[in-house]
């Protein structure tokens, strides 16, 4: 536990300003609530000080450091009292990554066509997520600690989606990146681009052609040695802090969507030919309700369309299992910071077991959910296994719960805080079709809400899987029994956040979450000219905002980015 009161903090960019009391300063906010410059031990690198924004109002435009978010207090959950900056001390610090959807563009299985109607289909700076994923990778370690706790970084928890298309390439890449190595984002021909972007359709950005196309008629660039600079090999330094890993349903089913098992289509994974539909509408409909509207259907066609063109095999594109996802997280060669597995054990793996608890920091368990359904499609749930589980890993450090009936229970055990992680958000866990893996019945994300209130010293769930930002407060007549849901945006659609969140014990019966927003390293704009990783990973963020199918409601609003969300402290 760090007392952040006494701290002095030296360097970090901060200035020699900087090394006031937290006492001086919270004196400074009380008289005149000038927002989190007052408060916040660091600010530089983090969307408290600045924040992508675009140079133009209208039409294709590059983008420049605008204005930071402002630190929003919410007390919906608990009243703020005001001298906690003066007695506060710092529990944990944790940064969350989420939908980095590292995705294999050159991959014969995907459906871009469907982008019209659903823009995830294809965006037009997929090829250089690495490089992005590389700079926010970069970003953490340039940070290092909380900027209200001020404290070392205890942990970084990728909240799923880390593949797109649940391929072994895609995996490879997304452990180089996280612990460190060199990543080659190409598959098939090691001499051209055989992805849609060189394919001659106007209905996808063709970067290196000067034909108009979809994109270019809204301003889009072209630019020269797009492909060679996207493929080439780039080196990602690694995080230094060590990391675990989260199920997304990108990790386990075809395209995010359909189950792994569906034929045809997972056999065309390491095959010659590009998926471009079937030659028949009912498999299409069926494709499209399942892609675009979220519905249960399965395409039994087994008839491909005639408009398939020839693509290099690649073996390297073949699906990994839940199981095979698992074990390569145990290659003592991504080990990096630790822990190894990041999360995963043998035992674990061997009876098909994605879930997991954690030890954050002294005092505050994490608790890793696995809300993907073996049963394929985008929603989530819980199987009963692991829903009885996570109540038994709750119990075991509470010294006060209630059982279904609402009767409290009092035990002789050690109080700890636990924070959640989870790819789905509370109302997208409706998928409770029977996993073929495991026959057992399975809970919605409204049942886990309820049941999570049962134990006061849960203080938040964190996730992904919407691709926005936005907090929740799950509010409960007993308010200790009441937390927040943090829903972060991902980092393949704009704005491209990660968030930290820093866990603090007011010492006045209140708790505070700080969550501060960052962007990846990247520079916010650089020349088209420019084939270095960081101007590519530039490019990433540029692309993103200019998409044609972005959409401008995944920022959130100032209530869901930088915030202090206060809570009764259980264990006051």
């Known amino acids: 536990m760090t007392s952040i009161r006494r701290r002095s903090l030296l360097g970090g960019g901060i200035g020699a300003a900087a090394a006031m009391t937290l ?120 940070l290092g600690k909380g900027p209200f706790s001020g404290r070392a970084f205890d942990c970084v928890v990728t909240t799923g989606d880390s593949s797109d298309n649940h391929e072994h390439i895609e995996l490879d890449w997304f452990l180089a990146l996280m612990s460190g190595g060199r990543i080659t984002a190409n598959t098939g021909s090691p001499t051209e681009w055989e992805g849609v972007q060189n394919a001659g ?101 087994s008839q491909l369309s005639k408009n398939r063109w020839k693509v290099t095999p690649d073996e390297r594109r073949a699906t990994f299992t839940p199981r095979e996802f698992m074990a390569a997280h145990l290659d003592a060669k991504v080990d990096g910071p630790g822990p190894h597995g990041h999360g995963f054990t043998a035992d674990a793996i061997a009876d098909g077991i994605g879930y997991y608890s954690f030890q954050i920091a002294p005092g505050v368990v994490g608790i890793s959910m696995d809300s993907t359904n073996r049963a394929g499609f985008t929603d989530g749930s819980i199987g009963d296994e692991q829903f009885r589980w996570i109540k038994r890993t709750l119990e075991a450090s509470s010294s006060r719960y209630y059982d279904g009936w609402g009767v409290e229970h009092r035990t002789e055990r050690t109080d700890q805080l636990f924070v959640l992680f989870s790819h789905h958000t509370s109302d997208s866990m409706n998928n409770l079709l029977l996993a073929p893996d495991k026959l057992e019945i399975r809970h919605s994300g409204s049942e886990l809400v309820s049941t999570l209130q049962r134990y006061p010293n849960v203080v938040a769930w964190v996730n992904g899987h919407t691709h926005d930002n936005k907090i929740t407060p799950h509010h409960h007549n007993d308010p200790t029994r009441s937390f927040w849901e943090i829903n972060t945006a991902s980092h393949v659609d704009f704005p491209q956040h990660a968030r930290i969140i820093d866990v603090c014990d007011n010492a006045d019966g209140t708790l505070s979450l700080f969550t501060t927003l960052i962007e990846s390293a990247a520079p916010y704009q650089a020349s088209y000219s420019d084939g270095s990783p960081e101007a590519l990973a530039s490019l990433y963020r540029e692309l993103s905002y200019n998409d044609i199918h972005r959409d401008p409601n995944r920022i959130g609003s100032d209530v869901d980015r930088n915030t202090e969300l206060l809570l009764k402290n259980p264990m006051a």
């Open 23 to 142: 006492g001086t300063r919270a004196a400074r906010a009380a008289e005149s609530d000038i927002g989190w410059r007052s408060r916040a031990l660091i600010g530089h690198g983090t969307t408290l000080e600045t924040a992508a924004t675009p140079v133009r109002s209208s039409g294709y435009t590059r983008l420049t450091a605008g204005p930071g978010y402002p630190l929003t207090v919410r007390t919906d959950l608990c009243p703020a009292k005001a001298k906690r900056d003066d007695t506060r001390t710092a529990q944990a610090s944790i940064v969350q990554f989420t939908d980095l959807h590292l995705v294999d563009a050159q991959s014969p299985v995907r459906f871009e066509w469907l982008h019209e109607i659903n823009g995830s289909a294809f965006r037009p700076h997929e090829a250089l997520g690495t490089q992005g994923g590389a700079q926010l990778v970069r970003r953490v370690n340039q």
């Open 201 to 301: 359709d106007s209905l996808y950005y063709l970067p290196e052609s000067s034909a108009q196309d979809l994109y270019k008629k809204a301003g889009f660039p072209t630019i020269t040695d797009f492909f060679m600079n996207a493929t080439a090999t780039h080196t990602s330094e690694g995080l230094r802090t060590k990391w675990y890993s989260v199920f997304g349903n990108h990790d386990d089913s075809i395209e995010g969507t359909l189950p792994s098992a569906t034929p045809i289509l997972a056999d065309m994974y390491t095959g010659s030919f590009k998926f471009t539909g079937f030659d028949d509408t009912s498999g299409n409909l069926a494709l499209r309700r399942s892609w675009v509207g979220g519905q249960s259907a399965i395409p039994t066609s």
